[in-house]
């Protein structure tokens, strides 16, 4: 088993910046994808990014392209999302995730492992 611990979240204002890491332990990360998910209330739980295995190939959901970066430290056995310009519409929870499976790593079923969650909320 894989257990994913997010951080990093807290409160921010209108164009601001927070960086989210994830903490792996019981598995390395090494030969798994690994991605970034967030959840408004009321909203589904929607793709934010992902990196591959390697960190060789970077995905990003089109509204937060060219605003936040994925990025990965196998050593560490971590995983980091980096968000700048920050808006309300950013508000949610955001989940790690990791996968190794051949499913799509843009939607929820395409990953094994799930973090808990850290809380963003963006004031205006």
């Known amino acids: 088993q894989m257990q994913l611990v997010e951080s990093g979240g807290g409160l921010v204002q209108t164009g601001g910046s927070l960086r989210l890491s994830c903490a792996a332990s019981g598995r390395t990360i090494s030969t798994y994808d690994m991605g970034w998910f967030r959840q408004a209330p009321g909203k589904e739980r929607e793709f934010v990014a992902a990196i591959s295995w390697s960190g060789g190939s970077t995905y990003y959901a089109d509204s937060v392209k060219g605003r936040f970066t994925i990025s990965r430290d196998n050593a560490k056995n971590t995983v980091y999302l980096q968000t700048n310009s920050l808006n309300p519409e950013d508000t949610a929870v955001y989940y790690c995730?990791?996968?190794?499976?051949?499913?799509?790593?843009?939607?929820?079923?395409?990953?094994?492992?799930w973090g808990q969650g850290t809380q963003v909320t963006v004031s205006s």
């Open positions: 995730a990791a996968r190794n499976t051949i499913v799509s790593l843009r939607i929820t079923s395409g990953y094994n492992y």
